[in-house]
């Protein structure tokens, strides 16, 4: 069974704060991603990696980088966390055909 | 027109009701089309996915209109385990999927 594991469930950080969201999978899936979830809006892409260092802006990818060191990990940083970042963070594996796409169990990221 | 478009509902059904979702999607280049399902407080995870011909699954039937760009999900014989949001999500190129916002069902008993 696909493991998707995010670091935290729950974070508070403070705004200005460089945040790290670390992501790690256990299928050796290539495709990975990280979304972002609010009420409204719904899931929307921020960006995604097809392999080891390669990386993909998606949708909304102003204010966040991410990073692909590993196969089986990978970052999403807020490099100056801000208010309009509080949300529910989601990551997501897939191999190359994309589906299906597991998800980690989310991180509800507050900034204050 | 946006992305990918859900009814909201809330759509609120007795146990053992038929209900059907729609979806419609803007780019007439997309190729895959799923429907995923979300629990409250849960991560999505991924019902079916929807071919040309239609495809059902148990209780579930999905079909894709191309040409009118919607595709559908059926719900048969209600279950109140049924009740979730149900995310239409349609895969467009570059690895991107997009995902509607959802439509939350609640089932009653």
């Known amino acids: 069974d696909v493991k998707v594991t995010q670091s935290s469930r729950y974070l508070v950080k403070r705004t200005g704060e460089k945040v790290f969201l670390e992501c790690v999978q256990d299928?050796?899936?290539?495709?990975m991603f990280w979304y972002r979830q609010d009420p409204g809006l719904g899931l929307r892409l921020i960006y995604f990696?097809?392999?080891?260092?390669?990386?993909e802006k998606g949708d909304i990818p102003e204010g966040y980088s991410v990073s692909r060191e590993k196969k089986e990990r990978f970052s999403l940083i807020l490099e100056s966390a801000s208010t309009n970042q509080t949300s529910m963070y989601l990551c997501?594996?897939?191999?190359?055909?994309?589906?299906?796409?597991?998800f980690g169990d989310g991180t509800r990221l507050s900034i204050l | 027109r946006k992305e990918v478009e859900q009814d909201p509902g809330p759509f609120n059904v007795p146990e053992g009701a038929t209900v059907a979702f729609n979806c419609t999607y803007s780019?007439?280049?997309?190729?895959?089309f799923f429907w995923y399902r979300q629990d409250c407080r849960k991560e999505p995870k991924l019902l079916m996915s929807v071919y040309s011909s239609g495809n059902e699954d148990g209780r579930f039937t999905a079909q894709l209109n191309r040409a009118s760009q919607y595709i559908s999900l059926l719900i048969r014989d209600s279950k109140l385990s049924d009740s979730a949001t149900y995310l239409c999500v349609v895969w467009g190129s570059n690895y991107k999927l997009t995902f509607g916002k959802g439509t939350l069902l609640t089932v009653n008993p």
């Open positions: 780019n007439s280049a997309s190729q895959s």
């Open positions: 990696s097809y392999d080891v260092k390669m990386k």
């Open positions: 299928m050796d899936h290539e495709n």
């Open positions: 997501a594996t897939a191999t190359p055909s994309n589906q299906p796409q597991h």
